[in-house]
């Protein structure tokens, strides 16, 4: 089965950036729409990013200048750019997406194994 394989995050100061990936398992799957999602501990997991089939992009209010997707195709792999980072963006970021087979054009939607990001003050 298809997986969404996250890489990036760690630890940054407050002010730092970090780049988040996001791409398919399987190269006959490509990705069409991704959401970004995090939870904080004790906190809902909630949207903080996402990136529609048609390109339009949508941010959360307190990420808006800051956080950036972006998609590269012929890498399979979906990025969420974040500058000046803070210390409430700590938390677990996950991809959601929708994943396309190439061949017959059947759609699925996965997770991925999320991420830490942490960002010290």
């Known amino acids: 089965q298809v997986q969404l394989v996250q890489s990036g995050g760690g630890l940054v100061p407050a002010g730092g950036s970090l780049s988040l990936s996001c791409g398919a398992s399987?190269?006959?799957?490509?990705?069409?729409?991704i959401d970004w999602y995090r939870q904080a501990p004790g906190k809902q997991r909630e949207v903080v990013a996402g990136l529609s089939r048609a390109g339009t992009t949508n941010y959360k209010d307190s990420v808006k200048g800051r956080f950036t997707i972006s998609k590269d195709n012929a890498k399979n792999t979906v990025y969420l750019q974040m500058n000046n980072l803070k210390p409430e963006d700590t938390a677990v970021y996950y991809c959601?997406?929708?994943?396309?087979?190439?061949?017959?054009?059947?759609?699925?939607?996965?997770w991925g194994q999320g991420t830490q990001v942490t960002v010290s003050s």
């Open positions: 959601y997406a929708e994943v396309v087979m190439v061949t017959t054009g059947e759609m699925r939607d996965y």
């Open positions: 399987e190269s006959t799957f490509s990705i069409d729409a």
